[in-house]
């Protein structure tokens, strides 16, 4: 989804989320969409195409992502298997007035830290390995141990310097055009599950059509129809695991309004039927 993605991350004393992603998972297939939160990504397995705002990555196993604050990500898996830990930055407040500073630019967008990592020897890969080792700790200290293994890899980030500060006036034409990304694609998210033209998207960012189904495919890798119906799956599938809806209602509700064309879509994106991803 390109969407600003506004959900509760773990307890307030804990604003952490873990998932395990295979095949399985509603959101096997990362649309973009952006948070104010950090999001790290591990692959385990495979290769995973990792889109960064404007940067394209091919990861293999073992690679890891920082993911900034507010940076549109999406991801597309090629017979793989990744892990995601998505957290808030309040989780890293301090009274340490150096340590203060830092986390407090990140939030801000002053600072960007370098976002990829396919070196399984360095530093910073295993600081953020040491993470997600703690995240999946299920027993006692599980908060101690992650709060560690957080402060640790800042500290990686801030020896080896791997962050840039962000001055006005420095953004490039394409980082220029995420804000016209995020734009028309909110629309998207609010309006789904009703018609939406190529019309309707392109007047959302003052665009022909012609020229908005090319900045749309450069800036996400799809084109807009094709963006709109894998959201419109992505979401069917985070219905049919979360509700008691029948398969017609979950058509209709996410914007599908042939029921045949639905289960013929979704099995092409979810390699099964509905029914059956459903059990």
Not at 204 to 223: A, E, I, L, P, Q
Request: hydrophobic share 35%; proline share 3%; with cysteine.
């Amino acid at each position: 989804m390109i969407y600003n993605e506004i959900l509760e991350r773990g307890t307030a004393d804990f604003p952490a989320s873990y998932y395990f992603v295979d095949k399985g998972h509603p959101r096997y297939e990362m649309s973009a969409h952006w948070h104010s939160e950090i999001e790290f990504i591990r692959v385990l397995s495979g290769e995973l195409t990792v889109k960064l705002n404007t940067n394209t990555y091919k990861a293999t196993a073992g690679d890891v992502f920082f993911v900034n604050s507010q940076t549109v990500h999406a991801a597309t898996p090629h017979g793989c298997i990744y892990e995601c830990i998505v957290m808030h930055l309040d989780y890293f407040k301090t009274k340490t007035e150096n340590c203060r500073h830092f986390i407090e630019s990140l939030y801000n967008q002053e600072y960007f830290v370098t976002e990829y990592s396919s070196s399984p020897e360095s530093t910073f890969t295993k600081a953020i390995n040491g993470f997600f080792d703690a995240m999946k700790e299920e027993k006692e200290g599980r908060e101690f141990l992650a709060l560690g293994a957080l402060y640790n890899m800042l500290g990686v980030i801030l020896a080896e310097k791997r962050y840039t500060a962000l001055g006005r006036g420095t953004a490039s034409a394409s980082d220029l055009n995420v804000p016209k990304l995020k734009k028309v694609l909110s629309f998207i998210r609010e309006n789904y599950d009703a018609p939406i033209t190529l019309s309707d998207m392109a007047e959302m960012v003052g665009m022909s059509g012609k020229y908005f189904c090319y900045f749309f495919k450069n800036m996400t890798g799809k084109t807009p129809n094709s963006y709109l119906v894998s959201y419109r799956i992505e979401r069917a599938a985070q219905k049919l695991m979360a509700t008691d809806e029948s398969v017609t209602e979950i058509a209709y509700s996410c914007g599908f309004n042939d029921l045949s064309y639905f289960i013929k879509t979704f099995k092409a994106h979810k390699g099964v039927s509905p029914g059956t991803f459903r059990k």
